[in-house]
């Protein structure tokens, strides 16, 4: 059950079609995501690098929903170097408007409590500042190549940020969970239909209850979730890659014994019914668009 997109370099493009306002082709809408491998340093905090950068016609918007990870991002935006932690909602929806751009780390499961300190509980939706001022300026700086088209510039830029963040707060503790949570997220995506928190705990090695606490420390959410999470973003890439799958096929090679549990998890976490999902990916598609929305990974 693979999340077969995973690790792949994201070419420059539309980084998705969702609720709308003064766009008449949102699914043409410039939006460039630029995916950058982090540090060899930032390996065991940090996922990927995200690069996004738009420009909006004057008084335009537009609204991007995003399906939720179990993680992190350490976010550079105009007002600030903010540390958030995994959104309280399922889907994550933000305005753009103008011609800007973000920056940001897609972190590891448990680096964001591993980066903010052992210290920090974590708490689902939380959003604060990594850094002081100085840190808010290099962020600043970091956008600016990203809209003169230096994505990995710009990564470069706030890269020395979280290594010093990272220098001052990694433990012998956070280590080890961070190892722990590592083999545990490899095994969910390697898991098999039928898949229960239970074997998962015997594939690692470890008892239910020690998993579950697990997760509950550095994770926020349970092994449980992240299995049911796991399948519905590789359903909804899938249907963003070829919105023609047969529903009920899809929700089978997922791991869902049936389709109305498997359309009842998808409304939660995306907000629509598999079919509607496919429906707006098939007219992106049509377009020439990059993705659909909402984008089930950013």
Same mark, same amino acid.
């Given at each position: 059950m693979r999340h077969v997109f995973d690790g792949e370099a994201a070419a420059p493009g539309v980084l998705g079609a969702g609720?709308?306002?003064?766009?008449?082709?949102?699914?043409?809408?410039?939006?460039?995501?630029?995916r950058v491998p982090p540090a060899p340093e930032l390996t065991d905090l940090v996922d990927w690098h995200w690069v996004i950068t738009w420009d909006l016609p004057?008084?335009?918007?537009?609204?991007?929903?995003?399906?939720?990870?179990?993680?992190?991002?350490?976010?550079?935006?105009?007002?600030?170097?903010?540390?958030?932690?995994?959104?309280a909602v399922s889907t994550d929806r933000r305005v753009l408007a103008g011609a800007d751009g973000v920056v940001g780390s897609k972190l590891r499961p448990g680096a964001y409590r591993a980066l903010l300190g052992l210290g920090?509980?974590?708490?689902?939706?939380?959003?604060? @500042?990594?850094?002081? /001022?100085?840190?808010? %300026?290099?962020?600043? =700086?970091?956008?600016?190549?990203?809209? #003169?088209?230096d994505a990995e510039g710009a990564v470069a830029t706030v890269t020395p940020l979280l290594l010093a963040t990272a220098g001052r707060t990694r433990t012998p503790r956070s280590a080890a969970a961070l190892a722990a949570l590592?083999?545990?997220?490899?095994?969910?995506?390697?898991?098999v239909p039928g898949t229960t928190v239970a074997s998962l705990a015997a594939t690692l090695g470890t008892t239910p209850r020690s998993l579950q606490r697990l997760f509950a420390d550095w994770v926020g959410v349970s092994p449980k979730w992240v299995l049911q999470r796991h399948r519905v973003h590789l359903a909804a890439?899938?249907?963003?890659?070829?919105p023609g799958l047969d529903l009920a096929g899809l929700a089978a090679a997922v791991g869902y014994y049936d389709q109305a549990h498997f359309t009842g998890d998808f409304v939660r976490a995306v907000?629509?019914? @598999?079919?509607?999902? /496919?429906?707006?990916? %098939?007219?992106?598609? =049509?377009?020439?668009?990059?993705?659909? #929305?909402?984008?089930?990974?950013?």
């Open positions: 609720p709308t306002l003064g766009i008449v082709n949102p699914a043409r809408a410039p939006f460039t995501l630029t004057p008084g335009a918007t537009f609204t991007q929903a995003v399906v939720a990870h179990p993680v992190g991002q350490v976010v550079a935006e105009r007002h600030g170097l903010l540390a958030y932690a995994m959104p920090h509980p974590g708490e689902r939706g939380a959003v604060g @500042p990594l850094a002081g /001022a100085a840190a808010d %300026a290099t962020g600043r =700086a970091a956008i600016d190549q990203a809209r #003169a088209g590592g083999e545990a997220f490899t095994a969910i995506a390697d898991a890439e899938l249907l963003g890659r070829d907000g629509t019914t @598999p079919g509607e999902h /496919a429906r707006r990916c %098939a007219a992106a598609l =049509a377009l020439g668009t990059v993705d659909a #929305a909402p984008a089930a990974r950013a």
